[in-house]
Structures are given as structure tokens and as C-alpha cells.
């Protein structure tokens, strides 16, 4: 089993920027890759951002292009997302996903293992 955990969420004023981590443990697999997704309140999972195992191949959703930057840790095992010029409409419970397979897939059933989310909340 792995297990991720995010933490770096909070609240924000509009304009303001946070730090998202999320770190892996457990089962070690090699070459997986890793992502974020978001949920709001009465909406579905969306893809936000996902990076590679090398941290070479990077894709982000259209709504956050520009603002957000997604980023792996120097032993692998952990993600980052920084989030600049955040807007009201980035208010949602973010995830950590995990790829065993790194097919750079930005559909929800894609992911193998999730953390527990955490809340980012965007004031006007």
C-alpha cells in the first residue's frame, strides 16, 4: 500500500499564493508519476496539474496555466504545487494523486492512490 498525505492548505485573500505538499510512503514503486486534482462543493474531480518521475513532462488544466507550478522533490517521493495569483474559484479540497503507470493521464480513474485532500479557500 502507499500512502500520501498533502498538507499546505488554508485560507487566502485573492491575489495571495500558497504551497501544497504531498509526500509518499510505503510500498515503493519505481517511475510513477504524480498529480492534482481539486474538488468544489457540488462539483466533480478536476485535473489540475501532473509531473512526471523525472519532473520532466509537466501538464496543467487551462484554469490554472500561468498561475500554478507543479514540482517533485529531490528523493521522488513528494509533490509540490504552488499557487500564485489565486482566484475565489480556485476554492476546493485539493488531491494528491499517484500513477503507477505514468501515462500522463488527466482522468480521474486514471490514478491508483489518493491522499485525504486538503481545503484551500480563496476570499474576495
Known amino acids: 500500500q502507499v500512502q500520501l498525505v498533502e498538507s499546505g492548505g488554508g485560507l487566502v485573500q485573492a491575489g495571495g499564493s500558497l504551497r501544497l505538499s504531498c509526500a509518499a510512503s510505503g510500498r515503493t514503486f519505481s517511475s510513477y508519476a504524480m498529480a492534482w486534482f481539486r474538488q468544489a462543493p457540488g462539483k466533480e474531480r478536476e485535473f489540475v496539474a501532473y509531473i512526471s518521475w523525472s519532473g520532466g513532462d509537466t501538464n496543467y488544466a487551462d484554469s490554472v496555466k500561468g498561475r500554478f507550478t507543479i514540482s517533485r522533490g529531490n528523493t521522488k517521493n513528494t509533490a509540490y504545487l504552488q499557487m500564485n495569483s489565486l482566484k475565489p474559484e480556485d476554492t476546493a479540497v485539493y488531491y494528491c494523486?499517484?500513477?503507477?503507470?505514468?501515462?500522463?493521464?488527466?482522468?480521474?480513474?486514471?490514478?491508483?492512490?489518493w491522499g485525504q485532500g486538503t481545503q484551500v479557500t480563496v476570499s474576495s
Open positions: 494523486a499517484l500513477d503507477l503507470f505514468a501515462t500522463a493521464t488527466m482522468n480521474v480513474g486514471g490514478y491508483h492512490y
